[in-house]
């Protein structure tokens, strides 16, 4: 089941994978490209609460926006919007979900209750400082999904590393979860080295994760 | 405001437009002799142009929250000295289209389209405050495009960002990122208030608070649109002043040592809000070698709109006006 959710001019598309009891919901939060799956995954089964998923601005089933303007921070705004949604829950995200997951569990302590970061494409980003400037001319109508200049945009946004580590300590010192961040990824590109680097931040498989953060 | 009427239409709304705007005339102030729109990837770029189709051309890029007709008295000083002046809207400003999502790349996109649609000649390029800092990215971008950059107050430094203890840095990122997805959360069909042409001109004097009041009327005639209950800035009402990121000021500078054109960077002496207060032992370090560097004493942020004839020569004298 799909619920439209509004952010500014942009429909976000929130799939409810599967019912559950009144756990903490799960949130799936996709890679770059990529969309909710249509059915919740097998890891999932272990989770006693209810499943969601949410496709990002110009991704999935949710709005693609004319001329790009992508940002790491607004599809946190679009977290934040599925956040006022369903109240509290617990994220896992791959690759570009498991950045903005983390954006999301430091900017909202209390509504993210853990955070899984997975490997996933847009895991690694756009480095440390901009690179010299480029120019892509759109080749296609940014009509479909996922929207090309998504990927684009979204494969080069910078995430220094201590910008990133604000949100990781705001959620290590706000979170009433025991353990906030769980780190799965093997590949640790700069910003998520910082990340794993800070007392508190759990490194383990994505099996442990999933298991973890059900705690 | 109370509406003028409930049902007026589309025809007589037009004519009422006309007439209030007439009252607020501007001596020397001359709307754009062109307008076209571009499409950028599905979002329309309004682009204008003063002066002779043929004349050689220059680029002007505004700055943030302004539209290209803030040039309305600039530009044909420009075309005087025989110029063709070329500008655009930024996406969300003046004539051109809304978006749904804004960043600096998408900026620069917008404007690369722009200037490939100028001339096959290279040409000199000008840019204000958000518009100069965009034109520092175009030019380090295109440097086979221009002939020379001007930059009109548009250099961010990070002397702005306060010398602060890091717990009070860290609580002050917090508060920005409340503020950042409290703005995000409040945007579903926000629109800007209606109002008399004195009341918001009123409103944009806070922002340009050494504008005179007629030049001020005088944007809103231009900037803005007459709506059954009164004028509406153009502007979208979802952008705000600055946005939430990692991106900082001083990354700006770090382009101006690449720039390889003759560049010429003029700084206000007197800092005002909507700009960055960069002073000139900021830029000096940064300066390519060759590049001019002026700071204007006594005036302010828009230095082209404050003293035209001044800018307009100064400028001249830089790149070589034709005549």
Redesign the interface.
């Known amino acids: 089941m799909i619920t439209r959710l509004h952010h500014g001019r942009v429909e976000l598309a929130l799939h409810r994978l599967r019912d559950g009891d009144t756990t903490t919901p799960l949130l799936l939060l996709h890679p770059l490209g990529s969309r909710t799956p249509e059915v919740a995954p097998n890891w999932s089964d272990r989770w006693p609460g209810p499943v969601f998923g949410l496709d990002f601005t110009g991704h999935g089933a949710s709005t693609v926006p004319r001329g790009g303007g992508y940002s790491a921070e607004v599809l946190l705004a679009d977290v934040d919007t599925a956040l006022t949604h369903l109240g509290a829950v617990s994220i896992v995200g791959r690759g570009l979900g498991g950045y903005v997951g983390l954006l999301a569990a430091g900017a909202r302590p209390s509504g993210v209750r853990g955070v899984v970061i997975d490997d996933g494409p847009g895991l690694t980003g756009g480095g440390t400082m901009p690179s010299s400037p480029s120019f892509v001319a759109p080749v296609f109508e940014s009509s479909s999904s996922p929207d090309p200049f998504a990927l684009q945009e979204l494969s080069r946004d910078i995430r220094p590393p201590d910008y990133v580590r604000n949100f990781a300590r705001f959620a290590l010192e706000g979170s009433p979860a025991a353990e906030p961040i769980i780190v799965s990824a093997r590949i640790l590109p700069a910003w998520l080295e910082a990340v794993a680097d800070e007392h508190g931040v759990v490194r383990c498989s994505f099996e442990a994760a999933v298991e973890r953060l059900g705690r | 405001m109370e509406s003028t009427t409930d049902s007026i239409d589309e025809k007589s709304l037009g004519v009422l437009a006309g007439s209030e705007a007439a009252a607020v005339q501007i001596p020397g102030a001359r709307r754009p002799d062109r307008r076209t729109s571009l499409d950028?990837?599905?979002?329309s770029i309004s682009r204008v142009e003063w002066g002779p189709p043929d004349a050689p051309p220059l680029l002007f890029a505004h700055g943030g929250f302004d539209f290209a007709e803030t040039l309305n008295v600039f530009a044909p000083k420009l075309v005087e000295r025989g110029w063709r002046v070329v500008s655009w809207d930024h996406?969300g400003h003046g004539h051109s289209?809304?978006?749904?999502?804004?960043?600096l790349?998408?900026d620069?996109?917008?404007a690369?389209f722009v200037v490939e649609s100028v001339s096959a000649e290279r040409f000199p390029l000008i840019g204000h405050s958000k518009g100069g800092a965009m034109c520092l990215?175009?030019a380090?971008?295109?440097p086979h495009k221009f002939t020379h950059l001007v930059n009109l107050d548009g250099l961010p430094s990070r002397k702005t960002m306060p010398d602060v203890a890091e717990h009070q840095r860290?609580r002050m990122?917090?508060s920005e990122?409340e503020n950042?997805?409290g703005h995000?959360?409040s945007?579903?069909d926000r629109q800007r208030p209606a109002g008399t042409i004195a009341e918001l001109a009123q409103r944009r004097g806070r922002m340009n608070t050494r504008a005179t009041t007629e030049w001020l009327q005088y944007l809103v005639t231009v900037g803005g649109r007459r709506d059954v209950d009164g004028w509406r800035w153009r502007i979208d009402p979802?952008l705000r002043m600055g946005?939430?990121?990692?991106?900082?000021p001083e990354?700006s500078m770090?382009?101006l040592p690449?720039v390889t054109m003759p560049l010429l960077a003029i700084l206000c002496g007197e800092p005002e809000l909507m700009g960055w207060g960069t002073r000139a032992e900021d830029v000096e370090p940064y300066l390519p070698i060759g590049a001019e560097l002026m700071e204007l004493a006594g005036i302010g942020h828009f230095m082209h709109i404050e003293q035209p004839d001044l800018l307009v020569q100064i400028i001249g004298s830089f790149i070589g006006d034709p005549q």
Do not use: K, M
């Not at chain 2, 950028?40 to 979002?43: A, K, M, N, R, S």
């Open positions: 950028v990837g599905g979002l996406r289209e809304w978006a749904q999502l804004y960043s790349e998408a620069i996109r917008d690369a990215q175009l380090v971008l295109f860290i990122v917090a990122l950042w997805l995000r959360a945007l579903v979802t946005g939430f990121g990692p991106w900082r990354w770090y382009r690449e």
